[in-house]
């Protein structure tokens, strides 16, 4: 049974920084992108970065050169490093990936940026 599970949410000053983890289960993980979306105080849903099974990675323009991502093949876990976060990276983010035309999400965390 293919599992994800978001976690690393919290409340941060803007300037701040988080870290997000989506621990995998049930597939082949190495195979397969993880991506991480964004649902927004505007009610936008937005695709916040890619990583690529292999290794390579793709990013939003809004949050180039503030968010890492990466993934630990030994761990089936993918990582958001988000730094320098401002007020409208708020929202609840949510890993995803797709197999064999299913979509597959975790349960969201929520990334509070605030003073």
């Known amino acids: 049974q293919v599992q994800l599970v978001d976690s690393g949410g919290g409340l941060v000053q803007p300037g701040g920084s988080l870290r997000l983890s989506c621990a995998t289960s049930g597939f082949t993980f190495n195979r397969y992108p993880v991506r991480w979306y964004r649902q927004t105080l505007r009610n936008q849903h937005e695709l916040v970065a890619a990583?690529?099974?292999?290794?390579?990675?793709d990013y939003a323009d809004s949050v180039k050169g503030r968010f890492t991502v990466s993934r630990d093949n030994d761990k089936n876990t993918v990582y958001l490093q988000m730094n320098s976060l401002k007020p409208e990276d708020t929202g609840m983010y949510s890993c995803n990936t797709l197999i064999s035309g299913d979509n597959y999400w975790g349960q969201g965390t929520q990334v509070t940026v605030s003073s």
């Open positions: 990583a690529w099974a292999g290794g390579g990675s």
